[in-house]
């Protein structure tokens, strides 16, 4: 029973990373598929995905107060709702692609996962050192991308409104990010598209359907997004309810800082995963 815990936490990381740098804290995520609901209004009523995406950074800050931001530092808290699991969870992240997360409880022990800008890879005790390949290798590469949805147009193709649906008490569009190809790449799993749902009154994403994939198969996650709070500017969410594998986690973030004085070494390869590298 521990080990599966360890493989979700796992996974969560994965989700905690894609959200963290945006919604998200991921990264990120009911029937826990990316379903599409049907839509409230004929396609030519609805704006494009791009106007969409535009009204969402307009109305987190701006591109402007986004671009003053180079580095971020985060402390969150990981709930096992039901499970009586917490990890406390610490990120740093800076552009373009640079994360390392570390993960922490006494029943999992130490959780780290991270991205170079090239290696994306994870150690745990149960696991070791590991360094991703093919797909996952792509998907958290693109996925540790710095506020990702604000810079959505150098990582997805396109961004495309489909429709309206409701997430609880608020009516939003929904659009669909796909992902850019990468040359070399043909697995379908590397190229899940995204799908946000983004209010129609206050422009913020409220939730995001999405898969990750991990050695063992697709998990398919809705996460939903609350408590906005200003930080340096920008609107960042601070409460990520995220239901995977028939089960529901919960991020609160309790501390946020922008353009620290990162170390040197912050995002360097431990030495048991540069040692995988080099082999």
Known sequence: MKIMKINDVKSICRVTALLAVVVVATVAASTLTAQEPESAAPPSDLP?????MDR???ACGGEEAFGAIKNRYSES???FVGQGIKLEIKTWATRPNLIYILMESDITGKVEKGCNGEVFWESSLMSGPVVHE??????????????????WSDIYETAECVGMTEVGDHNCYEVVLTPKEIEGMEEEGAYHPVHLFVDDTDWLIRKMNSAIEIPAGTIDVEALAGDYQEVDGV??????????????RLVTTEKTEHN??????RFALPEDVQKLVDK
């Open 134 to 151: 093919g797909v996952q290798h792509v998907m958290g590469v693109r996925d540790s991308t710095f506020e990702r949805f604000v810079n």
């Open 48 to 52: 494009t995905g791009k106007q969409v």
């Open 260 to 265: 620290i004085d990162m170390p040197e070494d």
């Open 77 to 79: 808290t990981l709930e």
């Open 235 to 248: 609107l960042l969410a601070h409460r990520l309810q995220m239901n995977m594998l028939g089960q529901q």
């Open 56 to 58: 969402y950074i307009e």
